[in-house]
């Protein structure tokens, strides 16, 4: 058990406004469901180099990071429903800059999708959501 919060991050890469990348995730949590690429900042690590890299690990690509979209809590519980760990998500949109995707740490597979074909794959609300706000931050469309 943590002793406190994770801090991670995660982006919403995009290949123009035809594209958005997922990865299937390869670790706990949330493992083997579609999400963003992301992870955890290192000590010492400012947010957006811990964007740059964890993106560069699980997908070989390079990207030009853009605004905020928003910061999600996530928490899993144990079976008697006390905190098992708590992940602070700082979430911010991107571009896609050079590299094609292929899986690497901590993911299964990554692919390019259409924005409504990334909105089904994604179980949880709250990426969805964050999908959802970095399509209207970077391109104005409505998902």
């Given amino acids: 058990m943590a002793k406190g919060p994770i801090v991670a991050v995660g982006a919403v890469i995009w290949r123009g406004p035809e594209r958005v990348l997922l990865v299937r995730r390869g670790q706990p949590p949330r493992i083997g469901e579609w999400s963003i690429p992301g992870g955890r900042v290192e000590m010492g690590e400012r947010l957006m180099e811990a964007l740059a890299r964890e993106v560069l690990e699980e997908t070989g690509l390079t990207i030009a990071t853009g605004e905020l979209i928003d910061v999600v809590d996530f928490m899993e519980r144990d079976a008697d429903g006390a905190v098992d760990a708590h992940f602070v998500l700082i979430d911010f ?51």
């Fill in 93 to 143: 949109s991107a571009r896609w800059t050079r590299g094609e995707p292929h899986a690497g740490s901590d993911v299964s597979e990554c692919a390019w999708f259409l924005p409504a074909e990334a909105i089904a794959r994604v179980s949880w609300e709250e990426t969805r959501r964050i999908i959802r706000l970095s399509a209207r931050q970077l391109w104005q469309l409505k998902l």
